[in-house]
């Protein structure tokens, strides 16, 4: 990889500072200097483990590895936590540095959005279920800002976490559907010591908050364990453990328990053979926490 100017570095180099683009003109020019393969890893900062585990997934992928950081607010609701979303830039460059990241893209929102997007891209009605029920318009904007990352980055691969499993269908939809040039990756959850799912979120809560958190990823797991019985014992099962944890205090507040095709995120029944996700999401105290487990059921036709 060559950046233009009086800078060179190698693709793969740990622990040298990436090039910051934060213009549209500055990042034409470092992506003009690109040869081989691009990867992309969209974030919205305050990276954590699971978003380095995103990073090492790209660098195998491809010889130059870009990280996108912005908070984007289209995927923000009127009542959600976009003024208070962690912002740790300083932080997030020095772990992309010991990744070996060549490119930080970390625009502003007059660089990303430099007028009112009036025309956005519809999710459709995977984008209304599920998650897309409990936060009308989140996909929405998901799109509008991943779309507009790729035509800006230009990269040959993009990589995305399987704990955004909604969104990763999406994604892989909206690509498929618009016949997006992109190859999308996706890389497994990485979970906390005690099994809670990484998250940049995790940081709002206490430690009481966090005991009652340990609902979710107990119901996956629960559920999980009860799949030989088929589809209805697997949501018996997590419905359980989410049940107890209404009750506990502070209390989770369930937003949905479902389990859906992969593809399409409409929920199945015991007749479904092949490939389903288990998610979940709910909020204790303010903050809003989503999980999910890949499952398999009888054999694919």
Same mark, same amino acid.
């Given at each position: ?10 693709? #793969?180099? /740990? ?22 393969? @691009? ?19 790209? /660098? ?10 912005? &908070? ?18 300083? +932080? =997030? ?6 990744? #070996? ?9 007059? &660089? ?11 999710? #459709? ?6 998650? #897309? ?8 904007? &998901? ?28 994604? /892989? ?5 618009? =016949? ?15 099994? @809670? ?12 908050? /966090? ?7 107990? +119901? ?5 364990? +009860? ?10 099962? +997590?419905?359980? &453990? ?26 199945? =029944? ?32």
């Amino acid at each position: 990889m060559h950046v233009r100017g009086n800078r060179r570095r190698t693709g #793969g180099g /740990r622990g040298v500072t990436p090039v910051i683009a934060k213009t549209r003109d500055e990042l034409a020019a470092v992506r003009g200097g690109v040869t081989g393969r @691009l990867a992309l890893v969209p974030t919205m900062g305050a990276l954590h483990e699971g978003h380095r585990s995103l990073i090492r997934r790209a /660098r195998e992928l491809a010889d130059t590895v870009a990280v996108s950081i912005f &908070v984007n607010p289209l995927q923000f609701g009127p009542n959600e936590d976009f003024d208070r979303y962690p912002r740790t830039f300083a +932080a =997030d460059v020095e772990a992309c540095a010991a990744e #070996g990241v060549d490119i930080v893209f970390a625009p502003t929102r007059e &660089v990303m959005y430099p007028s009112e997007p009036l025309v956005r891209v519809d999710s #459709g009605p995977m984008g209304r279920v599920v998650e #897309g029920a409990a936060r009308p318009g989140h996909f929405d904007g &998901v799109l509008t800002v991943v779309l507009k990352l790729f035509n800006l980055v230009r990269p040959d691969v993009a990589v995305f976490g399987e704990k955004d499993a909604q969104q990763l269908a999406l994604i /892989r939809r909206m690509a498929a559907d618009l =016949d997006v040039p992109v190859e999308i990756v996706a890389a497994p959850t990485v979970r906390e010591f005690d099994g @809670l799912a990484l998250s940049s979120r995790n940081r709002y809560l206490s430690p009481a908050e /966090r005991r009652t958190a340990l609902a979710l990823s107990q +119901a996956l797991q629960a559920g999980a364990d +009860a799949a030989a019985g088929g589809p209805s014992a697997v949501v018996r099962a +997590a419905r359980a &453990v989410l049940d107890k944890a209404a009750a506990a205090d502070p209390p989770l507040a369930l937003d949905y328990l479902v389990l859906v095709d992969p593809a399409t995120f409409t929920e199945i =029944d015991d007749a479904h053979t092949g490939p389903a996700v288990l998610a979940v999401a709910g909020r204790v105290g303010t903050t809003h926490l989503i999980d999910n487990v890949p499952l398999r059921f009888g054999e694919e036709s």
